[in-house]
């Protein structure tokens, strides 16, 4: 078990963990503030790959697609809260839960209706090779790129949250919000406004990680729980707290999806090592979150 | 004090039950022992969803996990089966059983927590069970477990034969919805739903709610349990698909959709929309495009889910009526 | 109370709607097909679809000279819903024949469902070694290959490189673990990893990590549509291609994969029963035809689909449409000849086929694309499985 696997793996849990903190972020913000259950909040991050896809071919750049796709998706993810997610907020949690859901099969067969089930997306050609980080280490470029992505994001949303009024308004909503409206803020706007952000921290996530994994119809389900995991850990309503618990669970998963089934080889048959060790590595991050909640149940940093 | 005020003439009962029993009938002698079987996994999923309406309506608990319930019953008898051991009395008690015992230690630790992170957990654990269950390869993994038979019960009862399995089916229903609106209506379901309503003052009365809401829980777990051991004979099939966390999500939207509190809002939900995704899949690759709509109109314009639209509103702060 | 009675008559009437079925038709051929027809592996099923229906059409639609009627549905890649696509086709409908699916998970779990009925299953892909050997029907007939038959040509070419260490990784479940056991039978160096990934994983940067520790000769994968699509993406991304060999079977490396990944391909070696450029007349007006009709190159899962409907022409044509009994129906195919797009064909007792299996050598053609194109001798010749001996069938 060689260092370069270890900081091979290290990286790509980094990786891995900066692009849920994306989607966290958005997530933990929409509950923390407006405390909806928002289950359509995966669609959001498939709406925004697909979109990269399709304006990627349009446009032929890579960048170019990707902006675009990302603002574009910052217009849907708002036009849907003004229209209809505004009318759950005084709602309870069960009837979010079903019209999210509702939300989830709608959004998913509208894309299917458009693009089909499915859109090629590739990393732009200059990315598609590997960089010599070390002797022996040829790490994707593209790779590099996301995490340089995902950390210039989040030094972006603390700055947001903790230097602007803006951001002072978000945290004031998120631990009082009849206070808030009575001090005078525009809760409407600022709303719409968080979930616009969200949206569009969905289509970053969606956008980069496109070209990696499929962009395919149902891609948000699978992430979506790990992103409500990650926000629980971290407390509902931080945005620091889902970049820390982000973070451990990419370290978590990763790590864990290597090491585990390693330890497991040494001691049982291939098959179900590779089977076992997986599904361990997946256990251990609910096993994780038992954990924090048993210990703080509020979560780490909570913004309550 | 809200569930059982209303009570449905029993000759309306009557009426549904002749009905039921009936239409396999009819169906068989036209040849359409395919619907008979469709009837059958519609009323298994009411079946499960009704266990989950005991904890999420009368309880008020939004536990995310009910599918591992399902998928634990289900498992336990097709593995059975699989071994050999194809006594249906045993079989399903067995299924049972481990389904009360994964309820009881999932609840004990879950119930100390609320409100969202209640359905965090709950969720937590079914994941877990799922990936536990993916990993065991002797049994499928995830491409399932195919079972060569279904559960034998003895007295020449055939279950291979759909309308046999049918009535089966709907004698478990039965029960269920009657050992239900047994449990609601006796002192224990009382306290269960003042604790839905405010369980600190329950409390303060010198009710240990967190031991009601266990017992509560672990009856709904069981009861799931049956359902699955009731799937994996209609399917002769199984996969850890069963306890995934999406499945745990439309049994609620069965729920939420029939009317979230009373006695048969699982049933009728369980029902509509499986009946209303098969028959739109008949016309359109894109039936849940119009499921979708439907749900959500449900939402916004029948709060109280579609037991809702058929009830005058009672004026108790508490919800819904029964059916 | 009159919600349950409402609640009770909606259902009634809605199935007394469904139940005023079609009156049984007179003389055609009813087939069920279930594929893969969404998510990333699509291009799969839809390869075969549109082959098996092209055969149709250039039948004037009908199939042994009976009208052709085919139902087609999609599995969405779930072995639940294949299984009750299979329910419906078999005892709702009452279909002649099944065909279609692409992956053994879910052809399994539907296969009961059509032997319970004693309904053909005819597979235009997916064969897996049980039923080849002691679960073998005379309901199931592979019209492609055993599940580990290219793999076990690939192990015999690496063998004939003299190849001393090789990684191999599959998906989980049959077809992944068939494939690595016939690799293996064949491939007498040594192996230096064997790792199960899941199946339907599109992120494969732990594995090549691990790929890169272990410094091997030669890579071997098994996995067919989007999963070799992103594992050979990212195996290129990683810069892999510099270090080690990648080896495929024709699953990773036909049209499809080419396609999607573009001239990293060229000169990757894979191996298959099937190849564009196969001289024989039925498989030049095959891929002549299909390119016509669908403006692109047919994969060998689109070979395979339009065999099967081959293979169901002759078979009723030589039945003169007597095809209720389901005895005849199975000894027919057995023993019925046609010209297949792949030369010579005839089925072993396990009812899987006995045929050649060849080298292919990505490389550009004529018109600057890239394609598959057969190098030399057949690897395997006139070559079964290893599983008939388990088979009691004759």
């Known amino acids: ?304 | 004090m809200g569930s059982l005020n209303h009570k449905t003439p029993l000759w309306i009962w009557g009426l549904v039950l002749a009905a039921a029993i009936a239409l396999p009938l009819f169906l068989h002698a036209r040849d359409m022992d395919f619907y008979v079987s469709m009837l059958s996994r519609m009323m298994i999923y009411g079946i499960a969803a009704c266990s989950l309406n005991l904890i999420l309506g009368y309880g008020g608990l939004v536990s995310f996990g009910h599918a591992a319930f399902v998928g634990i019953g289900a498992y336990t008898v097709g593995i059975l089966i699989t071994e050999g051991f194809t006594n249906g009395w045993a079989g399903f008690a067995i299924a049972m059983g481990l389904s009360a015992l994964a309820a009881a230690i999932i609840g004990a630790i879950s119930l100390r927590t609320r409100g969202v992170y209640f359905i965090m957990i709950t969720l937590a654990f079914a994941q877990m069970i799922y990936y536990l269950v993916n990993s065991i390869k002797a049994y499928g993994g995830d491409e399932g477990l195919s079972i060569k038979q279904r559960s034998d019960f003895g007295f020449g009862l055939d279950l291979k034969n759909d309308v046999t399995f049918y009535f089966l089916v709907l004698f478990v229903l039965v029960l269920t919805l009657v050992l239900i609106s047994r449990i609601m209506h006796s002192r224990f379901g009382r306290v269960i739903q003042a604790i839905r309503d405010d369980d600190v003052r329950v409390d303060a009365i010198g009710f240990a709610s967190y031991r009601y809401k266990w017992v509560l829980f672990v009856i709904a777990g069981t009861l799931g349990g049956l359902a699955g051991a009731l799937m994996v004979n209609h399917q002769n099939y199984v996969s850890p698909n069963l306890m995934h966390w999406t499945q745990s999500g439309i049994l609620m939207v069965m729920v939420i959709l029939g009317g979230v509190g009373t006695l048969t809002g699982g049933l009728w939900g369980a029902l509509v929309l499986l009946i209303l995704e098969d028959v739109l899949a008949e016309y359109t690759l894109h039936w849940q495009f119009y499921v979708g709509w439907f749900l959500l109109a449900v939402v916004l314009l029948a709060p109280k889910g579609l037991a809702g639209l058929f009830r005058r509103q009672a004026a108790s702060v508490t919800t819904g009526g029964a059916a | 109370m009159r919600f349950p009675v409402i609640k009770s008559l909606l259902t009634v009437s809605t199935l007394a709607a469904l139940a005023c079925a079609p009156a049984l038709a007179a003389d055609k051929v009813k087939i069920g097909f279930v594929s893969t027809l969404s998510g990333p592996s699509a291009a799969l099923g839809v390869d075969i679809r549109d082959a098996f229906m092209l055969a149709v059409k250039l039948n004037g639609g009908k199939l042994g000279g009976l009208p052709a009627d085919v139902s087609i549905s999609d599995d969405q890649f779930k072995p639940d819903v294949g299984k009750q696509l299979f329910e419906r086709y078999v005892k709702r409908d009452k279909v002649d024949f099944l065909t279609g699916v692409v992956f053994s998970n879910i052809m399994l779990a539907g296969l009961p469902e059509a032997v319970s009925a004693k309904t053909i299953y005819l597979s235009p892909n997916a064969a897996p070694s049980p039923i080849a050997g002691a679960q073998c029907t005379p309901y199931f007939f592979a019209v492609s290959w055993p599940n580990d038959a290219y793999h076990e040509a690939a192990g015999q070419y690496a063998t004939n490189l003299k190849v001393k260490s090789a990684y191999l990784l599959a998906p989980n479940y049959q077809a992944g673990k068939d494939s690595l056991a016939g690799f293996k039978r064949f491939y007498k160096g040594n192996v230096s990893g064997e790792v199960y990934t899941k199946l339907g994983q599109l992120d494969y940067s732990a594995e090549l990590a691990e790929i890169r520790a272990a410094k091997p000769e030669v890579v071997y994968t098994f996995l067919p549509g989007g999963m070799g699509i992103n594992f050979i993406k990212q195996f290129m991304a990683a810069g892999l291609n510099k270090d080690t060999r990648l080896i495929q079977p024709g699953f990773g490396a036909d049209q499809d994969v080419i396609r999607a990944v573009g001239n990293d391909m060229l000169g990757v070696f894979d191996t298959s029963h099937w190849g564009l450029d196969l001289p024989n007349e039925a498989n030049k007006k095959f891929v002549a035809e299909f390119e016509k009709e669908y403006k692109r190159l047919p994969t060998l899962y689109a070979a395979q689909g339009y065999d099967t409907a081959l293979l169901i022409d002759a078979a009723v044509r030589a039945a003169n449409g007597k095809i209720e009994d389901k005895e005849a129906m199975i000894k027919t195919l057995k023993t019925v000849k046609f010209n297949s797009v792949r030369g010579d064909f005839r089925f072993n007792t396990n009812q899987y086929p006995i045929q050649n299996y060849y080298l292919r050598e990505i490389v550009k053609d004529g018109q600057g694309r890239l394609v598959n194109r057969i190098v030399g001798q057949p690897i395997l010749a006139n070559h079964g499985d290893a599983y008939v001996k388990d088979c009691p069938m004759k």
């Open chain 1, 1 to 304: 078990m060689t260092g370069i696997l270890l900081l091979e793996q290290a990286l790509n849990g980094l990786q891995f963990g900066l692009m849920l903190f994306l989607l966290a972020s958005g997530l933990t913000l929409v509950f923390g503030i407006m405390d909806m259950i928002n289950l359509a909040h995966g669609a959001l991050y498939m709406v925004g790959a697909f979109l990269t896809a399709w304006l990627v071919q349009l446009t032929q750049s890579f960048w170019l697609g990707v902006v675009l796709a990302v603002m574009l998706t910052a217009v849907v993810g708002m036009l849907l809260e003004a229209t209809l997610l505004r009318t759950l907020y005084a709602r309870d949690h069960l009837s979010q839960v079903l019209a999210t859901f509702a939300l989830i099969l709608i959004i998913n067969e509208s894309v299917r209706m458009i693009w089909g089930s499915d859109l090629a997306l590739s990393m732009p050609q200059a990315l598609s090779g590997p960089v010599e980080l070390l002797p022996g280490l040829r790490y994707p470029s593209y790779r590099l790129v996301i995490i340089a992505v995902g950390l210039v994001i989040a030094l972006m949303l603390y700055l947001l949250v903790t230097q602007t009024r803006m951001g002072a308004w978000v945290r004031a909503g998120a631990s009082n919000r009849e206070m808030a409206m009575a001090m005078g803020i525009n809760i409407r706007r600022l709303f719409t406004g968080v979930f616009g952000i969200g949206a569009a921290l969905c289509a970053v996530a969606g956008a980069m990680l496109g070209p990696l994994l499929a962009v395919q119809v149902g891609m948000g389900e699978n992430i979506l729980i790990l992103a409500f995991v990650v926000i629980v850990i971290g407390g509902i309503g931080s945005v620091w707290g889902a970049f820390v618990g982000a973070i451990l669970v990419g370290f978590v998963d990763t790590l864990g999806r290597t090491l585990l089934p390693l330890l497991f080889r040494e001691i049982f048959s291939p098959q179900f090592a590779s089977a076992a060790g997986p599904a361990v590595a997946s256990i251990a991050v609910y096993l994780l979150m038992a954990v924090v909640l048993f210990v703080r149940p509020q979560g780490l940093f909570s913004g309550r």
